[in-house]
């Protein structure tokens, strides 16, 4: 989960309705623009059963059809699963393989390890080295699961599913395509940072902020063009300090350690799920890694603040975002991807 911040210029007079919904462990905010109230509850409500299905469908660590998934994988024997949770699977896998599996949603028991699945932050000592290395070493990745129509097969019997890279990222593309089923063409959906937004905020364009990963406030804002996602991954959630080193909720599956390198990444794209799964690939990726794996992603709009406060973009952001923060940081213009 991301923390971006909407920047709102709202005024009493403007037909801006907003509801916050509180789904996926965290707050997911609507905004639509010029929408009757009657339309907008609708919408809510729809909104609020997508949300609440996907939370119940795809939750690691409580029962649901992700964790009877998971219980399946640990055999070689192959099952079925009901047609809808196919198009996620599907999905995640192609983005995982694209990335070189640095986005990998099958290290679950890693995740479990460091004691990420779980509602409470851990708050060390870290695991025991060996335990970490004996993990790594038997490779679970997207590559073991084999999907066959609606049947399933896993390879790698440490092969264990966590979608909390891509969940909000899908939920919030789910949304969007719901709303524009309701006729609604104005809209902003944030979940804890992942946003897409489709058309404007009246007469001028949705204008997101995207946080400062070291401080509290805005560090940069964009302002959206019709249909695109934003998302930022950052060290900053869900981390824990042990013996002043922190240890990010974000894992490098080469290593099994927490990311350190990066501070966070934001990307913008038309889908919030490639922007999500790209935002936590770049960043385990290394700084002079991260542009081949946007390439193979197909991710042309990245910011990449390192750990140390060097921040790298790509040319076509760098023309559309502008920095709050004074003085603004110096830029490495990467090559166009
Ligand atoms: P995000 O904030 O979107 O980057 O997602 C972070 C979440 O993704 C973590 O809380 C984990 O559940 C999961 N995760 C951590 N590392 C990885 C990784 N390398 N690949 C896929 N999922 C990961
Ligand atoms: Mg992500």
Same mark, same amino acid.
């Given at each position: 989960m991301l923390l971006v911040t909407l920047l709102c210029s709202c005024s009493k007079s403007e037909p801006l309705y907003q509801e916050q919904i509180f789904a996926?462990?965290?707050?997911?905010? &609507? *905004?639509?623009?010029?929408?009757?109230?009657?339309?907008a509850a609708q919408a809510s409500a729809r909104l609020t059963e997508d949300f609440n299905r996907i939370h119940t469908t795809w939750h690691a660590w409580e029962p649901s059809a992700l964790t009877r998934i998971n219980e399946h994988l640990t055999r070689a024997a192959a099952f079925s699963v009901d047609a809808e949770l196919i198009p996620l699977l599907?999905? /995640?896998? /192609?983005?995982?393989?694209? *990335?070189? %599996?640095?986005?990998?949603? %099958? &290290?679950?028991?890693l995740l479990a390890l460091w004691g990420f699945q779980s509602d409470e932050r851990p708050n060390g000592p870290p695991p025991d080295a060996p335990a970490i290395a004996a993990l790594v070493a038997r490779h679970p990745g997207m590559a073991d699961l084999h999907i066959d129509g609606t049947t399933l097969r896993s390879a790698n019997p440490a092969l264990q599913l966590d979608f909390g /890279?891509?969940?909000?990222?899908?939920?919030?593309?789910?949304? &969007?395509?719901?709303?524009?089923?309701?006729?609604?063409? #104005?809209a902003l959906v944030n979940a804890s940072g992942d946003i897409r937004v489709i058309g404007k905020h009246g007469k001028r364009p949705w204008r997101i902020g995207i946080r400062d990963p070291r401080g509290p406030g805005i560090l940069a804002s964009i302002e959206m063009q019709g249909d695109e996602s934003i998302v930022t991954s950052g060290d900053y959630e869900r981390y824990f300090k042990y013996k002043g080193k922190r240890y990010s909720h974000i894992l490098d599956p080469r290593s099994g350690y927490p990311v350190n390198g990066a501070a966070s990444v934001t990307v913008?794209?038309? #889908?919030? &799920?490639?922007?999500?799964?790209? *935002?936590?690939?770049?960043?385990? /990726?290394?700084?002079?890694?991260?542009?081949?794996?946007?390439?193979?992603? %197909?991710v042309k709009h990245v910011m990449r603040i390192a750990a140390n406060g060097t921040v790298q973009m790509t040319p076509l952001l760098a023309q559309r975002l502008h920095f709050e923060a004074a003085p603004a940081p110096k830029v490495e213009l990467v090559a166009p991807l």
């Open positions: 996926l462990g965290s707050l997911v905010e &609507i *905004s639509l623009w010029g929408v009757d109230p009657a339309l599907t999905r /995640a896998r /192609a983005l995982s393989l694209a *990335s070189g %599996g640095l986005f990998n949603p %099958g &290290i679950g028991k /890279a891509i969940g909000q990222g899908y939920a919030v593309d789910i949304a &969007i395509e719901h709303l524009r089923r309701l006729g609604i063409h #104005n913008l794209h038309d #889908n919030a &799920i490639v922007a999500d799964a790209a *935002s936590t690939a770049l960043l385990v /990726a290394g700084a002079n890694e991260w542009q081949g794996v946007a390439r193979a992603l %197909g």
